[in-house]
């Protein structure tokens, strides 16, 4: 499947569309999504002169002034605004979890199970009487922090296996193609659940089961890209300056790839985040009495007739993170790749 | 077709697409059809020679008949099933069963003693998981044609090796694996040596009220009325339906798509228990929920740490506000409803006592150790609150919830320290339990037996020669009295804190009549359950 | 065009090492699940010689790699092996679990991409507007919704309160049993068998899962339509058509959207191919018994007959819609002719 330049088909995936995000030299990467801190001269009104002028006088400058316009693009966006916000919100809330928290997450109460909310609970209570807006809090960490470790497990791996495929083509090529193909054939919820049975439920189990569905498509987003930098001018004079291999590879190939990456990760967080709950509901990925919110739903779905709050809770707080990833993946990709707007 | 289309006519419909729309959406289950929501998925077959599952021992008892029964008003009391009459020779090793006339099986024929010396033989040849239970007595395939004969077609004689106590044979006969299956369907079924076994796994060939008529895994079960039956049921069909999930159970409860939940939880039982369209049937099984701690692992060895978590356990709250509908608090290895039970209750939570104890096994300050369990509910939440109870006495458990299977491995494997599990009687004789808790003739590690006490690696080769005696006792009263000895000081000693007995509860509507839960499975009966 | 097909045969020749690939993944996986597989053929109750005789039987006293040996050369003469969990073969099963997954699937991928199509033309033809932005809520909203809490609150909601709607399972428990399957799809097969209340009995049932499923993927195949009509809606000749006056709904359907009909079949064509692969969380909440459900179930119970013969298959489905989609690029496309 990886006879063409697009392996598979070259509508496998959306995000490979940005692939024809025209170059940006390797040192004006955004290091982030869109969080510019312009360092340029002088108060407001000069900074954004200098952002944003014609005759930029020097590579950073340039580099600034883009990103400094990819965020205005950003800010039209309002709903990519909002998803950054309720981001920013949920961050802020689980970081500082010990101070909003009401309660101690584990503490149970069994005579006052499943409790409507009240003054003392302000979410009410779960099936053995904690507290469920401090478990929300607390189980924001387990989420959100399981996500984090599945992109960093994930980014760097595809990004390497892709771009190594990519740039060294041939016989390279074919077998991390085969190897990406055959994961990528599994179902991926299946392929989670089976690593997760053969490991033991857990959140550790359950980030690798993740990272090893979710790592395929970044591959082949990276390899596509590669493709198309590997013929471009400044390599082939990288090339001629004698920089080894390895150095193009990790200096000017994998940075160009970032962009597109950055679109592609922020857009998969939401799927991460539902195949890590997925994971959960079903009893495979973290365990009681981790506060995770897919966990939560599950344990709690037996009460959803009588005390549907103690699963809606939990299940609000996974559709506004996903839902946030998903504007904002969708605001980044507006920017990133113009002809998609 | 048929069934169906009068079933249609009988209601009224009309086959216009828009009536069915409405029928389907406001569907009530049909006259004369009973509609039960169960998880099923435990069934890997309906053979009664091979089958231990608990839905498939409730099938079992429901197809076939046995030798003898014991009735659910007084689980103690052996009646006849098949048998009308049996005797005991002096020697206790020659048993007569003599059959009642005119029982007979789905096909119209008769049952004759011929089936019933086929049936027994077949357990013994095919020598399936449940076929210890009637090997015990020292049936072999060898012998087999000699100690199980049928010397007249009414008169059925069974040979055991050793002096065996009456009840005891009884107990056993009266099991899931005693069913008797007919002769003459089964071997013409026979494929090769299997006796009609891969056929037999999901049909039936029985004398009891229903009939199986079709088993797809994980999805329906469907019997239907033995119209041949001594006793024919009143329901001409049942259909029992894989719902997995309590809450659906509930819901298809409620909109009238089921006429009788199994598996509801114990807060979906209180809020239905309110209403007056539902009847709730309850009955203690003869199934355990225990914490079994490893005497493998040295602190958990030590007597006065495993009287601590004894003492630690709350078992009044958990039971009381996590399932109180579906266990109630029982701390001896024999549960309620089986012949000699035991039903003291000597520990409670006492949080300063356990310390001390603690304090005097040399751990003041607690330790550390891994706890297993089944990760699905109710049990789930069961082990969190033991973990709270453990903690307060500074006993800090790894949590380690698994699938069932998984636990199993592990504590089969003896690797676990703690471990909270479920443990089901097999036969309905008080040694189906006391072999398991509290015999262990081999410890080591290749024993043939691997009973819950090697599986705790207990050494206890007094108490198993005491339960060995228990078992040969033919006295009865005598034999109870050596089974209560022997629980009170299994609570005293044991490595297992046996917390609660399963209370099974059947939720239905109000206008089912007549459901009896069995304290084992394959007494659970539907043939007096009718619609009203 | 030659050059491409063979681009395609070496590609389609590839198909076997990913299969292989998958059973060494599944297979040894399969091995280190914690789970004794014995124990689903014999219980927890059986005595060691029990035990032990069933460990022979299963060939699991055989050293891991001639198990895989054998399990190989078992594949390649067409032999699964036989399910544990259900007693049948594990070709019985696929046959009797697959058409559930594949109605299902069939059913969602018909709405989604009639939905679909709908929004994203509607979206591209009124970029900016507040359709455009409406539009993009409502399917990001559908692709960041757990599926277990819309199919909960679905059930709920249609099912438990306003009573529109069936429960769980394929079928009303009155037509259990009662038409002939032929196709393995209940509406098929009643359709067949002129028996229009069985028919509209499971189409009712389809409803909520294929509806969520529906939901989730329209969002992937709203937003490419929109993308690729505005591509073309860009593009010289419907300017030039604008010129010339044709009303807008022509140069829309007529000329834009035939247009992009091509990489939209691809995109459809793999999104089925997702949701052909079971969708086992909807198949979980709606007990609906499919491939999904079937895998699920035989892992947890470490029946790993099923669990491999089910995954190749699944990947075998995956594998070959994604040629097909393939293909179907390479021989529409005019571009790439």
Request: neutral net charge.
């Amino acid at each position: 499947m990886s006879a063409g330049p697009t392996p598979g088909s070259p509508m496998a995936d959306a995000a490979t569309a940005t692939a024809a995000v025209e170059p940006i030299p390797p040192d004006a990467v955004p290091e982030a999504a869109g969080a510019p801190s312009p360092r340029g001269p002088g108060g407001v009104p000069r900074r954004r002169e200098w952002l944003l002028t014609d005759a930029p006088a020097s590579r950073s400058q340039a580099a600034w002034g883009r990103r400094y316009q990819a965020w205005l693009a950003f800010r039209r966006n309002p709903l990519a605004t909002v998803g950054l916000a309720v981001i920013l919100v949920m961050l802020l809330l689980i970081l500082l979890a010990p101070v909003l928290a009401t309660h101690d997450p584990g503490i149970q109460e069994l005579g006052n199970r499943l409790a409507a909310p009240s003054a003392q609970h302000w979410l009410g209570t779960d099936e053995l009487g904690r507290d469920v807006w401090s478990r929300l809090l607390y189980g924001g960490r387990i989420t959100l922090g399981m996500v984090v470790a599945v992109v960093l497990l994930v980014a760097p791996l595809g990004l390497l296996v892709g771009c190594v495929a990519g740039y060294a083509g041939g016989i390279w090529d074919r077998l991390l193609m085969r190897v990406t193909d055959v994961f990528l054939a599994f179902p991926r919820l299946i392929l989670a659940l089976a690593f997760v049975a053969a490991m033991r439920p857990g959140v550790e189990s359950a980030v690798i089961a993740i990272a090893l569905t979710a790592w395929p498509p970044y591959a082949r987003l990276a390899r596509a890209e590669t493709l198309t930098i590997r013929r471009t001018d400044y390599v082939a004079a990288a090339r001629m300056t004698g920089a080894s291999h390895a150095r193009i590879v990790l200096r000017h190939v994998m940075p160009m790839c970032m962009p597109s990456l950055v679109v592609r990760v922020t857009l998969d967080m939401s799927s991460i985040i539902l195949t890590a709950a997925g994971l959960g509901f079903l009893g495979l990925g973290a365990q009681p009495p981790l506060p995770e919110w897919g966990t939560m739903i599950a344990t709690a779905r037996r009460f959803i007739l009588e005390q549907w709050w103690v699963a809606l809770m939990p299940g609000i707080a996974i559709f506004a993170a996903s839902l946030a990833f998903n504007l904002l993946g969708d605001g980044l990709r507006d920017v990133l790749d113009p002809k998609q707007r | 077709m048929t069934t169906r289309r009068n079933l249609l006519a009988a209601s009224g419909a009309a086959f216009l697409p828009w009536d069915s729309l409405i029928r389907a959406a406001h569907a009530q289950t049909p006259p004369g059809v009973i509609v039960m929501a169960k998880q099923i998925d435990d069934i890997i077959t309906l053979d009664p020679a091979e089958s231990f599952e608990y839905t498939a021992q409730e099938i079992a008892g429901n197809v076939y008949q046995k030798l003898v029964t014991t009735p659910n008003d007084e689980p103690s009391r052996l009646t006849g099933d098949l048998a009308e009459s049996w005797t005991a020779s002096e020697d206790a090793k020659t048993f007569t069963f003599r059959l009642k006339p005119g029982q007979k099986f789905s096909s119209g024929r008769e049952v004759t003693a011929e089936d019933v010396a086929y049936s027994l033989q077949r357990v013994v040849a095919l020598n399936k998981s449940p076929a210890f239970i009637i090997n015990q007595f020292g049936f072999t395939k060898d012998n087999m044609a000699q100690t199980i004969r049928a010397t007249d077609p009414r008169t059925v004689v069974l040979t055991t090796a050793e002096p065996t106590a009456t009840s005891f044979l009884l107990y056993c006969l009266s099991a899931g694996v005693g069913s008797i299956v007919e002769k003459a369907t089964v071997s013409g079924r026979a494929q090769g040596e299997d006796w009609g076994n891969a056929w037999l796994k999901g049909n039936s060939a029985g004398s009891g009220p229903y009939s199986i008529v079709s088993w797809r895994a994980s999805e329906a079960v469907t019997l239907q009325a033995n119209a041949n039956s001594a006793t024919p049921p009143a329901t001409r069909r049942i259909i029992m339906r894989h719902v997995a999930d309590p809450s659906a159970q509930l819901l298809g409860l409620q909109r009238g798509d089921y006429d009788l939940a199994r598996n509801l939880a114990s807060d979906q039982i209180k809020t239905l228990s309110g209403d007056r369209s539902y009847t709730v049937v309850s009955q203690r099984k003869a199934s355990l929920l225990y914490v079994a701690m490893n005497q493998k692992n040295p602190i958990l060895a030590k007597l006065q740490v495993r009287q601590a978590i004894k003492m630690a356990i709350d078992y009044e709250g958990i039971q009381r506000n996590i399932v109180p509908n579906n266990y109630a608090v029982h701390q001896a290895f024999l549960p309620e409803g089986l012949p000699g039970a035991l039903t003291e209750k000597p520990f409670k939570l006492d949080v300063a006592a356990a310390k001390r104890l603690l304090a005097e096994a040399g751990h003041p300050d607690g330790f550390e150790c891994s706890f297993d369990f089944f990760s699905g509910a109710p049990v789930g939440d069961i082990a969190q609150a033991l973990q709270a109870n453990l903690a307060a006495i500074g006993i800090r458990p790894r949590m380690l919830p698994g699938e069932m299977r998984a636990v199993i491995t592990k504590t089969r494997a003896r690797q676990h320290d703690l471990a909270l599990l479920r443990w089901g009687s097999d036969y309905f004789d008080p040694h189906s339990n006391a072999e398991a808790f509290s015999m262990n003739p081999d410890n080591g590690e290749d024993a043939r037996n691997k009973t819950l006490a090697w599986r705790s690696s207990w050494n206890i080769p007094e108490l198993t020669a005491r339960t060995l005696a228990a078992v040969k006792e033919t006295d009865t009263a005598k034999r109870v009295a050596m089974y209560e000895a022997l629980q009170r000081e299994h609570q005293q000693t044991s490595p297992f804190a046996v917390m609660l007995q399963e209370l099974e509860t059947a939720v239905m509507r109000n206008s089912l009549r007549g459901m009896q839960i069995g304290v084992l499975s394959d007494r659970t009966s539907y043939a007096t359950v009718a619609k009203g | 065009m030659k050059a491409r097909l063979g681009a395609l045969a070496a590609t389609a020749a590839s198909i076997p090492i990913t299969l292989l690939g998958l059973a060494v993944v599944t297979f040894f996986i399969g091995r280190v699940v914690p789970i004794d597989p014995v124990l689903a053929v014999v219980g927890d109750r059986a005595p060691a010689d029990v035990v032990e005789r069933a460990r022979i039987e299963l060939g699991l006293d055989q050293p891991l790699l001639v198990q895989f040996w054998r399990y190989l050369t078992d594949i390649l003469t067409g032999n699964l092996g036989r399910s544990v969990m259900t007693s049948n073969t594990v070709w019985e099963d696929i046959a009797r679990f697959f058409p559930a997954t594949f109605e299902l699937a069939t059913f969602a991928i018909l709405v989604a991409a009639i939905l679909g199509i709908g929004l994203g033309v509607l979206a591209a033809t009124r970029q900016g507007s507040w359709a455009d932005q409406a539009v993009r809520v409502f399917c990001l909203a559908g692709h960041s919704l757990p599926v277990f809490v819309l199919g909960l609150i679905s059930l709920l909601v249609f099912y438990a309160w306003l009573g529109w709607l069936p429960g769980p399972g394929r079928q009303g428990i009155v037509y259990q049993d009662m038409v002939e399957p032929i196709t393995g799809l209940l509406t098929l097969d009643a359709a067949l068998a002129n028996d229009w209340p069985a028919f509209w009995d499971a189409v009712l049932h389809l409803i909520q899962p294929a509806g969520i499923l529906a939901f989730f993927s329209l969002a992937y195949i709203a937003r490419m339509t929109r993308a690729f009509m505005l591509a073309e809606l860009r593009s010289e000749y419907v300017t030039t058509a604008r010129a010339k006056g044709l009303s807008s709904t022509r140069i829309v359907w007529r000329h834009a959207f035939r247009n992009t009909l091509v990489p939209l079949v691809t995109v459809i064509f793999l999104t089925y191919a997702g949701l052909l692969e079971g969708a086992v969380l909807t198949e979980t909440i709606f007990a609906w018994p499919g491939l999904g459900q079937y895998l699920t179930v035989s892992l947890l119970n470490a029946d790993m007959n099923a669990v491999l013969g089910a995954t190749l298959v699944v990947g075998l489905i995956y594998v070959v819609l994604n040629l097909l989609a393939d293909l179907l690029y390479r021989l529409m496309d005019p571009r790439t002719r």
